[in-house]
């Protein structure tokens, strides 16, 4: 059974640093990029980037790019998504997906990330 | 504001058919596949139509995915209740080099 599990919910003040986690399981891990979407209190789904794991290779969406980093360890098939300086905006669910072709078809739970003074 | 434009809402009565549309350009709809998907509050998506029409096993053929030209269309019949989620389409943008989706559209069975 194919499966993205998320690491848990973050609480975290501005200007900390925070690194979210996806581990897939059930299929080859390095066969299919990871794309990480964030979805805002009330909003709508925006992508933000993915990573190939096979050679960490990355597209960042421009409105993404330079404040967040995208990584991967393929040895323990888990994707990263990181802040080096976390905003209030920050606060937002984080959702992993695996990209198979021009969709996403296995999705994480979701992270949760609140940050507050 | 997002790369395609969906309408913020559609509703319809139980039984029925009803279509959201999702509008974008050639650099993305109209040289690209589309998907769609559907969420429930405080879950996270689930795919529903992929390259245009394509439906992941286990997708009831009530669910529809078209493409023309720089617009795609969900079509949903046979309406349940159930079916009440907010969708959102989404797709590859060639200009951008990243993906994109539709701001939503919350989908209402009076």
């Known amino acids: 059974e194919v499966q993205l599990v998320q690491s848990g919910a973050e609480v975290k003040k501005p200007g900390e640093s925070l690194r979210i986690s996806c581990k897939g399981s059930?299929?080859?891990?390095?066969?299919?990029?990871i794309t990480w979407v964030r979805q805002m209190p009330g909003k709508g789904l925006e992508w933000m980037g993915r990573?190939?794991?096979?050679?960490?290779?990355?597209n960042y969406s421009p409105s993404f790019q330079g404040h967040v980093t995208i990584s991967v360890d393929k040895s323990i098939s888990t994707a990263y998504l990181q802040w080096s300086s976390l905003k209030d905006s920050d606060t937002a669910m984080y959702y992993c997906?695996?990209?198979?072709?021009?969709?996403?078809?296995?999705w994480g739970q979701g992270n949760l990330v609140t940050v507050s003074s | 504001q997002s790369v395609l434009t969906q309408p913020p809402s559609v509703s319809a009565a139980p039984g029925q058919k009803v279509t959201i549309s999702c509008s974008g350009s050639?650099?993305?709809?109209?040289?690209?596949?589309v998907s769609w998907y559907q969420q429930f509050p405080g879950t996270a998506p689930k795919l529903l139509i992929y390259?245009?029409?394509k439906r992941p096993s286990g997708i009831p053929d009530r669910f529809s995915g078209s493409k023309s030209g720089t617009s795609a269309t969900l079509g949903i019949t046979g309406l349940q209740t159930g079916d009440e989620a907010d969708y959102y389409c989404?797709?590859?943008?060639?200009?951008?080099?990243?993906?994109?989706f539709g701001g939503g559209t919350k989908l209402t069975v009076l």
């Open positions: 989404g797709t590859w943008d060639s200009s951008l080099s990243a993906g994109v």
């Open positions: 390259d245009n029409n």
């Open positions: 050639s650099s993305n709809i109209g040289n690209n596949y």
């Open positions: 997906a695996r990209a198979s072709g021009y969709g996403n078809d296995y």
């Open positions: 990573i190939d794991p096979s050679d960490s290779y990355t």
């Open positions: 059930g299929y080859s891990f390095t066969s299919y990029w």
